[in-house]
Protein backbone atom coordinates (compact mmCIF):
# COMPACT_ATOMS: atom_id res chain seq x y z
CA UNK A 1 0.00 0.00 0.00
CA UNK A 2 1.65 3.22 -0.88
CA UNK A 3 -0.16 4.58 2.38
CA UNK A 4 1.56 2.69 4.72
CA UNK A 5 5.20 3.06 2.83
CA UNK A 6 4.50 6.59 2.77
CA UNK A 7 4.01 6.47 6.37
CA UNK A 8 6.40 4.41 7.40
CA UNK A 9 9.46 6.47 5.65
CA UNK A 10 7.75 9.67 7.00
CA UNK A 11 7.18 8.65 11.00
CA UNK A 12 8.81 4.92 11.47
CA UNK A 13 11.86 5.24 13.53
CA UNK A 14 15.28 3.82 12.34
CA UNK A 15 17.48 3.90 15.47
CA UNK A 16 15.73 3.29 19.23
CA UNK A 17 13.94 6.09 21.20
CA UNK A 18 16.64 6.27 24.06
CA UNK A 19 19.25 6.92 21.09
CA UNK A 20 17.47 9.69 19.53
CA UNK A 21 17.78 11.37 22.95
CA UNK A 22 20.85 10.51 24.13
CA UNK A 23 22.79 11.79 20.77
CA UNK A 24 21.50 15.38 20.90
CA UNK A 25 22.41 15.97 24.97
CA UNK A 26 25.78 14.54 24.47
CA UNK A 27 26.01 16.62 21.41
CA UNK A 28 24.91 19.75 23.10
CA UNK A 29 27.08 19.27 26.21
CA UNK A 30 30.29 18.82 24.10
CA UNK A 31 29.01 22.13 22.10
CA UNK A 32 29.16 24.35 25.53
CA UNK A 33 32.62 22.48 26.06
CA UNK A 34 34.14 23.16 23.31
CA UNK A 35 32.78 26.92 22.63
CA UNK A 36 33.64 27.60 26.60
CA UNK A 37 37.41 26.05 25.66
CA UNK A 38 37.40 28.43 22.63
CA UNK A 39 36.38 31.83 23.96
CA UNK A 40 33.83 34.27 23.38
CA UNK A 41 34.95 35.39 20.43
CA UNK A 42 33.17 32.81 18.48
CA UNK A 43 29.91 33.73 20.14
CA UNK A 44 30.42 37.51 19.31
CA UNK A 45 30.95 36.84 15.74
CA UNK A 46 33.02 39.92 14.82
CA UNK A 47 34.30 38.99 11.34
CA UNK A 48 32.89 36.59 8.70
CA UNK A 49 35.39 33.82 9.47
CA UNK A 50 33.58 33.66 13.00
CA UNK A 51 30.22 33.71 11.26
CA UNK A 52 31.26 30.84 9.22
CA UNK A 53 32.34 29.25 11.93
CA UNK A 54 29.24 28.78 13.48
CA UNK A 55 27.21 28.02 10.48
CA UNK A 56 29.89 25.32 9.87
CA UNK A 57 29.11 24.11 13.13
CA UNK A 58 25.51 23.71 13.19
CA UNK A 59 26.04 21.76 9.56
CA UNK A 60 28.87 19.42 11.14
CA UNK A 61 26.79 18.11 13.91
CA UNK A 62 23.73 17.73 12.25
CA UNK A 63 24.26 13.97 11.36
CA UNK A 64 25.73 13.50 15.04
CA UNK A 65 22.59 14.72 16.37
CA UNK A 66 19.90 12.94 14.15
CA UNK A 67 22.23 9.84 12.66
CA UNK A 68 20.90 8.27 9.49
CA UNK A 69 17.44 9.48 10.72
CA UNK A 70 15.68 11.52 8.28
CA UNK A 71 11.96 10.72 9.69
CA UNK A 72 9.22 13.42 11.20
CA UNK A 73 9.38 11.66 14.04
CA UNK A 74 13.25 11.29 14.57
CA UNK A 75 13.34 15.32 14.22
CA UNK A 76 10.68 15.88 16.73
CA UNK A 77 12.36 13.36 19.43
CA UNK A 78 15.87 15.56 18.40
CA UNK A 79 14.42 18.54 18.58
CA UNK A 80 12.77 17.32 21.81
CA UNK A 81 16.28 16.24 23.52
CA UNK A 82 17.79 19.47 22.66
CA UNK A 83 14.92 21.68 23.97
CA UNK A 84 15.21 19.56 27.06
CA UNK A 85 18.68 19.48 27.75
CA UNK A 86 19.02 23.21 27.32
CA UNK A 87 15.75 23.22 29.85
CA UNK A 88 17.50 21.67 32.33
CA UNK A 89 20.71 23.86 31.85
CA UNK A 90 19.16 26.78 32.37
CA UNK A 91 17.42 25.86 35.36
CA UNK A 92 20.59 24.22 36.96
CA UNK A 93 22.37 27.89 36.02
CA UNK A 94 19.73 29.96 37.49
CA UNK A 95 19.97 27.87 40.90
CA UNK A 96 23.97 28.38 40.94
CA UNK A 97 25.86 31.01 40.39
CA UNK A 98 29.07 28.90 40.73
CA UNK A 99 28.37 26.60 38.18
CA UNK A 100 26.96 29.53 35.96
CA UNK A 101 30.46 31.06 36.23
CA UNK A 102 32.30 27.54 35.37
CA UNK A 103 30.29 26.95 32.45
CA UNK A 104 29.67 30.26 30.80
CA UNK A 105 33.26 32.42 32.54
CA UNK A 106 33.53 35.52 33.66
CA UNK A 107 33.39 39.21 31.58
CA UNK A 108 36.76 39.94 30.15
CA UNK A 109 37.98 43.72 30.88
CA UNK A 110 39.63 45.01 27.35
CA UNK A 111 39.80 48.77 27.73
CA UNK A 112 39.79 50.55 31.91
CA UNK A 113 40.08 53.91 31.82
CA UNK A 114 40.53 54.61 28.79
CA UNK A 115 43.29 52.24 28.14
CA UNK A 116 43.54 49.21 26.50
CA UNK A 117 43.99 45.83 28.47
CA UNK A 118 46.67 44.05 25.73
CA UNK A 119 46.68 40.82 27.69
CA UNK A 120 42.84 40.67 27.86
CA UNK A 121 43.18 41.49 23.56
CA UNK A 122 45.35 38.57 23.29
CA UNK A 123 43.48 36.22 25.44
CA UNK A 124 40.10 36.75 23.57
CA UNK A 125 42.17 36.66 20.34
CA UNK A 126 41.14 40.24 19.58
CA UNK A 127 42.71 42.99 17.55
CA UNK A 128 43.21 46.56 18.43
CA UNK A 129 41.12 47.25 14.93
CA UNK A 130 38.24 44.98 16.41
CA UNK A 131 38.01 46.58 19.34
CA UNK A 132 38.30 49.76 17.96
CA UNK A 133 34.86 48.60 15.66
CA UNK A 134 33.47 47.69 18.74
CA UNK A 135 33.81 50.92 19.98
CA UNK A 136 32.66 53.19 17.31
CA UNK A 137 29.60 51.17 16.90
CA UNK A 138 28.51 52.12 20.72
CA UNK A 139 28.91 55.85 19.55
CA UNK A 140 32.76 56.53 20.79
CA UNK A 141 35.55 57.92 18.36
CA UNK A 142 38.05 56.60 20.63
CA UNK A 143 39.48 54.34 23.72
CA UNK A 144 40.24 57.98 25.85
CA UNK A 145 36.27 58.21 25.80
CA UNK A 146 35.75 54.70 27.48
CA UNK A 147 35.90 54.49 31.16
CA UNK A 148 35.48 50.35 30.12
CA UNK A 149 34.88 48.17 27.68
CA UNK A 150 33.76 44.35 28.77
CA UNK A 151 33.28 41.22 26.52
CA UNK A 152 30.84 39.01 28.17
CA UNK A 153 30.49 35.28 28.57
CA UNK A 154 27.47 35.42 25.87
CA UNK A 155 30.07 37.28 23.65
CA UNK A 156 28.68 41.17 23.73
CA UNK A 157 30.39 44.15 24.39
CA UNK A 158 29.35 46.51 27.08
CA UNK A 159 31.04 49.75 26.82
CA UNK A 160 30.57 52.35 29.59
CA UNK A 161 31.63 56.62 29.02
CA UNK A 162 33.21 58.06 31.76
CA UNK A 163 30.86 60.29 33.61
CA UNK A 164 31.28 63.95 32.22
CA UNK A 165 33.90 65.60 34.46
CA UNK A 166 32.86 69.07 37.05
CA UNK A 167 34.15 71.24 34.43
CA UNK A 168 31.52 69.52 31.57
CA UNK A 169 28.91 69.57 34.16
CA UNK A 170 29.42 72.82 35.11
CA UNK A 171 29.75 74.24 30.98
CA UNK A 172 26.43 73.03 30.94
CA UNK A 173 24.99 74.11 33.29
CA UNK A 174 25.85 77.31 32.49
CA UNK A 175 24.92 77.27 28.73
CA UNK A 176 21.16 75.66 29.88
CA UNK A 177 20.93 79.32 31.64
CA UNK A 178 22.19 81.06 28.81
CA UNK A 179 19.69 79.40 26.78
CA UNK A 180 16.75 79.94 29.54
CA UNK A 181 17.61 83.80 29.56
CA UNK A 182 17.33 84.01 26.08
CA UNK A 183 14.05 82.91 25.94
CA UNK A 184 13.39 84.91 28.11
CA UNK A 185 14.51 88.32 27.01
CA UNK A 186 12.48 87.14 23.66
CA UNK A 187 8.95 87.03 25.39
CA UNK A 188 10.26 90.36 27.23
CA UNK A 189 10.43 91.87 23.62
CA UNK A 190 7.39 90.19 22.38
CA UNK A 191 5.63 92.30 24.85
CA UNK A 192 6.96 94.91 24.95
CA UNK A 193 6.57 94.90 20.82
CA UNK A 194 2.76 94.34 22.06
CA UNK A 195 2.67 97.14 24.00
CA UNK A 196 3.80 99.36 21.58
CA UNK A 197 1.52 98.61 18.99
CA UNK A 198 -1.37 98.50 21.13
CA UNK A 199 -0.77 102.13 22.25
Not at 171 to 179: Q, W
Amino acid sequence: MPHSILFDHMFQLPLPVAEKLLRPVIVYLALVVLLRLFGKRELAQLNPFDLVVLLSLSNTVQNAIIGEDNSVTGGVVGAFGLLAINWLVVRVLFRSARLTRLLEGRATVLVREGKIDGRALERESLTREELLQVVHRQGFEDFDKVRSCMLEPNGTFTVEAFDPSLEDKRHAELLSRLDSLQKELGRMRGLRTAEEASS
